[in-house]
């Protein structure tokens, strides 16, 4: 039988938060068996919580935020993408903001942190959530079909850029540690060019620079110390989809087919994937 995991100690890290470029003070925890994963806002009185489950986020622009009553947290993907692929199903995430720290703009440096804190087995068994039925998604240009598989969660993702000369990307992949650790965790988040303004206008990505984005802009891909893969976009794409369905409170097994996938059908699709399990989250 395999257990609930949970950290071996506190770790923390600080940084820049990508919108408000404030900077930012993370520290993640051990929690006990059946908690799940929990954010605490200790900047506000009395330190409220917020469980990572799906229907708490409230908003899905530009990244997923969770809420719960006054207490809100942003951008929660990257956190839970390292959480998930560590099998982490119980932490407490301590935050003095309602930002982590952005970093590098990947899930990477919060992957070192769950290492260097290490993984204590639990005494009750580790849930799994999958789907029964295919589960079907289509929103504008985006398509999501899951389908019940036995095993780890598969991701079969293609992006496409329309009418400009990035190429469609594409990747296959089965979720496994060491597969997230090599070739998810380093992939940055990226953004369009032209949405920067509008993004600017609305008090957004204050803290966004080379140092924590990729750009696109005319067909080119604009970043610092050049791409770390290939397709580092559609891995990113990856990465995020794994933070998001880590918010059914559980490990997420079944065979995912997504194409131009993006938070709010992320979110919708771990939403559906719940209610088609009971509504058990």
Do not use: W
């Not at 609930?4 to 506190?10: D, R, Y």
Request: hydrophobic share 40%.
């Amino acid at each position: 039988m395999e257990t609930q995991n949970t950290l071996g100690g506190a770790v923390s890290y600080s940084g820049i938060a990508l919108h408000t470029g404030a900077r930012a003070h993370l520290t993640m925890k051990a929690a006990p068996e059946n908690t799940g994963i929990v954010f605490r806002r200790i900047d506000l009185p009395g330190a409220p919580s917020v469980r990572a489950i799906a229907s708490n986020v409230v908003d899905v622009r530009r990244g997923t935020t969770i809420a719960s009553g006054d207490a809100r947290v942003y951008t929660v993907e990257h956190v839970l993408a390292a959480l998930h692929a560590s099998k982490i199903d119980n932490a407490f995430v301590e935050m003095d903001g309602f930002e982590p720290p952005i970093a590098d703009g990947s899930a990477k440096p919060y992957l070192e942190m769950i290492k260097e804190a290490g993984t204590v087995s639990q005494l009750e068994p580790a849930r799994y959530i999958a789907p029964s039925e295919t589960i079907v998604i289509e929103e504008r240009d985006t398509q999501m079909v899951f389908i019940p598989a036995e095993g780890p969660l598969h991701i079969t993702c293609t992006v496409s850029f329309g009418a400009t000369p990035l190429d469609t990307q594409f990747l296959s992949c089965t979720l496994g540690a060491e597969y997230f650790e090599r070739d998810l965790a380093p992939a940055r988040t990226f953004v369009q060019f032209r949405e920067l303004e509008q993004l600017l206008t609305m008090g957004l990505v204050k803290g966004g620079s080379l140092d924590n984005a990729v750009i696109l802009h005319s067909g080119a891909i604009i970043c610092k110390d050049g791409q770390r893969y290939s397709n580092e976009l559609v891995r990113h794409k990856v990465l995020d989809i794994i933070g998001d369905l880590f918010l059914c409170g559980a490990r997420v097994g079944g065979h995912l087919i997504a194409v131009k996938p993006g938070h709010p059908t992320n979110v919708q699709l771990a939403q559906k994937l719940i209610a088609q399990n009971c509504g058990k989250a």
